[in-house]
């Protein structure tokens, strides 16, 4: 998973709570605050936003196909 940086501002007894869980689970403070906001996301009902589904065809090809399709018919009724 990508990672960025960020500067976080903490309480000092927030701080000293991760530091400790991170210790115990032999993990960096980062990967544990890490989990900990994903957790408590999912916890309190977000939902990750998915990415727009592509169309087969884009809008332009979708116009040319239909356009091609009414000339085939009109020179099929002569």
Request: net charge positive; charged share 25%.
């Given at each position: 998973?990508?990672t960025?940086k ?8 927030a ?5 400790r869980?991170?210790?115990a689970h032999?993990?960096?403070?980062s990967?544990?605050?890490?989990k900990a906001?994903?957790?408590?996301a999912?916890?309190t009902?977000y939902?990750?936003?998915?990415a ?10 979708a116009d ?7 000339e085939?018919e ?5």
């Open positions: 998973m990508a960025r960020v500067t976080l501002s903490l309480d000092t007894g701080l000293e709570y991760a530091e869980a991170a210790k032999g993990i960096s403070v990967s544990w605050l890490s906001a994903r957790r408590e999912v916890r009902g939902t990750p936003q998915r727009p589904v592509a169309p087969a065809a884009s809008s332009a090809e040319e196909a239909e356009r091609a399709a009414a085939k009109m020179r099929a009724q002569g």
